[in-house]
């Protein structure tokens, strides 16, 4: 059943034609925009981490998910 489908779904593409509503050129010229202006907007927000530096969490027994990205090595009290 799933190949009637299909087939009915190719036969009817094929049947009408639609243009484009801009020219290809254009459409990759408004693609090359869009990601130039992404990586500027990437490239703008590199440093913002390293504005301020780093603090120690204080550790917390009785928190319920505790860090464990310290791997040990944080001062347990």
Not at 20 to 39: E, H, K, N, S, Y
């Amino acid at each position: 059943m799933l190949s009637q489908v299909l087939d009915a779904a190719l036969v009817a593409s094929e049947a009408a034609h639609v243009e484009l509503p801009v020219p290809a050129w254009a459409i990759g010229v408004g693609f090359m925009t869009l990601f130039v202006l992404l990586m500027f907007a990437t490239i703008a927000f590199t440093s913002v981490g390293q504005r301020h530096s780093a603090v120690e969490e204080q550790v917390d027994p009785h928190r319920q998910f505790p860090n464990k990205h310290d791997h040990g090595q944080a001062e347990r009290h």
